[in-house]
């Protein structure tokens, strides 16, 4: 055997185990079982860390056979050859709920979800080219807005928006202005910006009935009186003329089927001297530019799963989550901005902030 052979050999028995251990580590995130191992006190046995995450003892020590030998769990033996077990606590900010933006061990979720919303789909539409529409993923959006209230409430006001212009939008928005979120789901960006700022008017547009109508109940619950939620596409043609001084986009115009015409409605819809924030994945528009992806393989599965098929219904484009950077420059100063300017986002490593001037 060659040594390229040899080597390739060795990474497939590597893909193979890694595959796996994501799979049970999305159900260990999901049952709660790396906050059970965290609350523990010292190393301990099966059947403890079974008691405290209140699971089947059998369940968790084949759970914990795969986390022992994929390095996430430690184990030893007591005096008397009993098996104790131990999440380093170095680990612990990375794997739990409540390791904040520091968490990835939500992530784990998301390929096992893909698989089952839209596997047999994306098998079919390697021969076909079609399409995968919204429909197909009710799972993953319950997911995605869990991920995405989580970095609203923690980033949005505090962080984020007192970086776009240098602090002035947030001086705007204390003032009042009119802002307006494309793909806005069940709407908590604009809950957020709606509570911190009462001044401003907010908008949220999107093609899902379900979600606009989870979120008018929320924010009716809310009392929230600054806030609209409207049923429009983004790329459609009744986009009202310079209605709004903001405008945000926050990971929603990759999976658009008419991506270039929502970026022109965008620029149709803002004020003379409004802007955009477009926070989308940060990526090199080349397969070759992203071979140093650090989650290149991540995304890009994710896009071969979701973005990219979503966005080829009715025949759309397929656009992608991996349009990368110069496309969407290119994209958004042909849609009519003058100035594009990309900011990586501290807080955030998956995205870049294209702060888009009309």
């Known amino acids: 055997m060659s040594d390229k052979a040899e080597k390739f050999s060795n990474k497939m028995c590597d893909i193979l185990n890694y595959g796996a251990l994501n799979l049970a580590m999305g159900i260990g995130y999901e049952a709660g079982l790396f906050e059970a191992l965290a609350d523990m006190d010292a190393p301990s046995s099966c059947s403890a860390i079974a008691e405290k995450g209140r699971v089947s003892e059998r ?154 109508g989870n979120g008018r109940k929320r924010v009716a619950k809310l009392g929230l009186k600054n806030i609209l939620f409207q049923f429009q596409d983004a790329a459609g043609d009744n986009a009202e003329p310079e209605q709004f001084d903001y405008i945000t986009a926050f990971d929603s115009i990759h999976d658009q089927t008419r991506p270039f015409e929502a970026l022109c409605n965008i620029h149709k819809m803002l004020k003379p001297d409004g802007v955009f924030s477009m926070i989308d994945i940060k990526a090199s528009s080349s397969v070759g530019g992203n071979m140093g992806h650090p989650m290149g393989s991540f995304l890009y599965t994710v896009s071969l799963m979701h973005c990219m098929p979503v966005g080829l219904v009715d025949g759309g484009t397929g656009l992608g989550m991996m349009w990368g950077r110069e496309k969407a420059v290119s994209m958004c100063k042909e849609a009519g901005f003058r100035r594009v300017e990309v900011n990586d986002i501290p807080e955030d490593g998956f995205n870049s902030h294209y702060l888009c001037f009309k």
């Open 59 to 212: 369940y968790l020590r084949e759970w914990l056979g795969v986390m022992v030998c994929g390095g996430i769990v430690e184990v030893r033996s007591d005096a008397q050859g009993r098996e104790l077990f131990e999440l380093p606590k170095d680990y612990i900010p990375f794997l739990c709920r409540s390791g904040g933006n520091s968490n990835l061990g939500v992530y784990t979720q998301e390929i096992p979800l893909l698989t089952d919303c839209a596997r047999t789909g994306v098998l079919d539409g390697m021969k076909s080219g079609a399409g995968i529409p919204y429909e197909r993923y009710p799972r993953f959006y319950s997911f995605m807005e869990q991920l995405a209230d989580a970095k609203h409430r923690d980033v949005l006001v505090q962080t984020f928006l007192p970086s776009v212009l240098g602090g002035e939008m947030v001086r705007r928005m204390e003032d009042g202005i009119s802002v307006c979120d494309i793909g806005c789901a069940e709407g908590v960006a604009l809950e957020v910006m709606a509570q911190a700022f009462p001044a401003s008017q907010f908008t949220g547009i999107d093609i899902s009935e379900e979600s606009l």
